[in-house]
């Protein structure tokens, strides 16, 4: 997730330490980035890392059978699940 620098209106502001600017900095110049450039896309790939694990969840082949095999059961009669929906939630108005 790249943005020109004509298109940037929003504006992020952020404390460091001079041990983390100093690095930032270093990979900055490494990377050929200026340090806004860097930072950015640095934080967007994390960010989308982040929410990607929020929705994809990676699992063995065997994981995998196993959860098909569990929700191709029949349903079985669950006493506590059959409770809990049958009380009026916290939130609700009386």
Known sequence: MSATTSARSARLGLRATPEQETVLRRAAEVAHKSLTDFVLDA????????????????????????????????????PG??????????????
């Not at 990607?52 to 079985?76: I, K």
């Not at 699940?81 to 009386?94: G, H, M, N, V």
């Open 43 to 78: 934080a967007c790939r994390a960010a989308e890392q982040t929410l990607l694990d929020q929705r994809l969840f990676m699992v063995s082949g065997s994981q995998y059978q196993a959860l098909l095999e569990m929700m191709d059961r029949p349903e079985s009669e669950n």
């Open 81 to 94: 699940l059959t409770d809990l929906f049958s009380r009026r939630p916290a939130w609700a108005k009386e």
